[in-house]
């Protein structure tokens, strides 16, 4: 596996301004999904009836900024979330989140580099 960037999120305060704005500037496609949260699906790049990329790129979310020190942050792809997650304590980096399962998509972690970069981790479900 490549442990590429795979996924994007943009916390917002407005999420209707942002979707505008991100719509306008850069002409993507951003819908929101039902859901027990407010969580809206960004397209960078087109997918079929399954989500699945129809060419390269990376797609993202957008959600309710729960914390004013939000930020976006990067989700990389990894076989295994947690040797990664030891791996990156061994490393100095820190880990912020615990590993979480996302229904329908795998596990989620996230954490720091040991110079505090967030960055979170994606396992996703073998298909």
Excluded at 13 to 27: C, H, P, S, T
Excluded at 58 to 73: D, L, T
């Amino acid at each position: 596996m490549d442990h590429t960037l795979v996924h994007f999120e943009i916390p917002a305060n407005d999420l209707e301004k942002i979707r505008a704005f991100y719509e306008q500037v850069f002409g993507w496609t951003i819908v929101q999904v039902v859901g027990p949260i407010e969580y809206w699906i960004i397209q960078t790049v087109p997918v079929d009836p399954k989500g699945m990329l129809l060419r390269s790129g990376v797609n993202g979310g957008m959600y309710k900024r729960q914390a004013p020190e939000s930020k976006p942050i990067n989700y990389f792809s990894v076989e295994s979330i947690n040797d990664f997650l030891d791996k990156i304590v061994n490393l100095g980096g820190k880990v912020t989140q615990p590993k979480q399962e996302v229904p329908e998509v795998g596990w989620i972690a996230a954490a720091e580099d040991p110079e505090g970069n967030a960055f979170a981790l994606i396992q996703p479900i073998k298909v």
